[in-house]
């Protein structure tokens, strides 16, 4: 079947204001934004990017999407996860993108749930990651302490990283199989995976012990704390959701 798969790839929703040079009369009208370099590479690779909006009902895209891509922003609300709340600001998220955003929160929450229930291939990237791990019942650690290797890293984007951000993965995993013994990635997290949600297991650290991959064993289920898509180089990250998600055509055709 020659047919593309369509991935879904989520996104967030701001006000119009936050946009240099749009008019004031429609500057608290909201926009749906996604990131294109998302749809970029999944486009190279083969795949066809559908970009989700919340208005997509989670439940109802999976019944047409062969895979799902949760993209990285800001913090999973701590509530979520049984963090501390005092860190959160009365602050919409549509006119402060650092701001908690529980609808963002809600919708990838839902999304994620149905696609993992109907078996639909997942890339959870950077906050993607956290949020898996959260939906799966995990916990996040808060804030990472400044180290010798540098996670929330002062290079623009696109780039391949810092030298020191080496990510070692676990053998035989998925993330071993795609990525190699180890690859040098780029980073923009403070916070990072702390007790792993049920079913997944982390298969990629950096020397500081920092988990950088997840997966679930024997499902096409893998997180990633740094950005694929802004890598210089093209991560196989990108290559892998879309080869699953036509794996998962080619099933769904044959039945």
Not at 95 to 119: K, Q, S, V
Not at 125 to 143: E, H, K, P, S, Y
Not at 177 to 196: E, P
Not at 230 to 236: F, L, N, S, V, Y
Request: aromatic share 6%.
């Amino acid at each position: 079947m020659s047919r593309k798969p369509l991935v879904g790839i989520t996104g967030r929703r701001v006000q119009l204001g936050l946009i240099t040079g749009t008019d004031d009369r429609y500057a608290t009208a909201c926009t749906d934004t996604f990131m294109t370099a998302f749809a970029t590479r999944v486009a190279k690779a083969g795949g066809v990017p559908v970009h989700l909006p919340y208005g997509a009902a989670p439940l109802d895209a999976c019944e047409w999407m062969s895979g799902v891509v949760i993209t990285g922003g800001q913090d999973v609300h701590p509530a979520r996860w049984g963090g501390d709340t005092s860190v959160v600001r009365d602050v919409d998220p549509r006119l402060d993108p650092h701001a908690h955003d529980t609808e963002r929160d809600d919708y990838e929450f839902t999304l994620t749930r149905a696609a993992l229930d109907r078996g639909l291939p997942l890339l959870g990237v950077c906050r993607g990651m956290q949020l898996l791990n959260v939906a799966l019942g995990g916990t996040l650690i808060a804030d990472l302490p400044p180290g010798p290797v540098p996670h929330l890293s002062l290079l623009a984007a696109p780039t391949d990283g810092d030298p020191e951000h080496r990510v070692r993965f676990e053998p035989g995993s998925t993330a071993a199989r795609v990525f190699g013994d180890s690859a040098v990635t780029n980073s923009w997290h403070h916070q990072a995976v702390d007790r792993c949600g049920t079913g997944l297991v982390v298969t990629g650290r950096t020397s500081d012990g920092v988990a950088e991959a997840m997966e679930v064993p024997g499902a096409p289920i893998l997180g990633v704390q740094w950005h694929p898509e802004w890598m210089e180089r093209d991560d196989p990250a990108m290559a892998w959701i879309v080869d699953e998600a036509r794996k998962r055509q080619e099933i769904e055709y044959v039945h």
